[in-house]
């Protein structure tokens, strides 16, 4: 589904990312983990059409779509979900709602239907402004919301920063319950969430991705992977 070959990406003369590769399959959940700084964030820039990559390929369900514009490679059915848990603070949840599903040309009912049945606390909440949700509940909004007009990969980025256990038990929940949807590519630096959900883990450090990990007891048993963040 999607496919990254060799990409390069520099920020003026710093070169960020460095011949990264990376794939992954239509219904896979696969993590990115890595040290403050190594990259991951830009990488996801990259892929969704935000940076362009100075050298390689990315490839989307078939079509070369590095270089392109954000909007036309969302279109394409690649969300991103941002690592700032930013949400139109003074709209109400069902109008961030609806702003989405009007990008998507979806209908509202529908859209709302889909992030009640991810999250049904939510609707208790549809008419109050999405600056009073806790920040967990403004992370569900924002994966929600990024479902509307059903994409066929999300890239989510750090879901649990910041965030008290209790409420990552929901956003496991929360993207557990997604596979059945989409294909995740998901940033996490909380190797217990990654244990739970990954079909396959990459690490990154300096701009690059030197292991990919895909033993389902390595990923699990955390500990040969600590040393990496
Ligand atoms: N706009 C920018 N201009 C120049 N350098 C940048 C810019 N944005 C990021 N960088 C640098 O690129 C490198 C990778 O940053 P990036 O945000 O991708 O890391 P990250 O792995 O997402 O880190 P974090 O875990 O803190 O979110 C860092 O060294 C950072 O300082
Ligand atoms: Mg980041």
Redesign the pocket.
Known sequence: MLSVENVTVT??P?V?LQDISLRIGPGEIVFIA??????????L?TVSGFLKPRQGTIAFQGNDVAGQRPERIARSGLRYVF?DKRVFSQLTVRENIELAAFGAGEKLSDAIAKVVSLYPKIQQFLDVPAGGLSGGQRQILLIGRALVGSPKLLLI??PTEGLAAGTINDILNVLNDMRRWVGMLI?E?NLSVVGMLANRLYI?QE?RIVREVTDPDEIRAKSALEKYL
């Open positions: 920020y003026g710093a960020v890595g040290r403050n700084g190594a990259g991951k964030t830009t990488l820039k690592q980025d750090e940033v630096q990154m701009g």
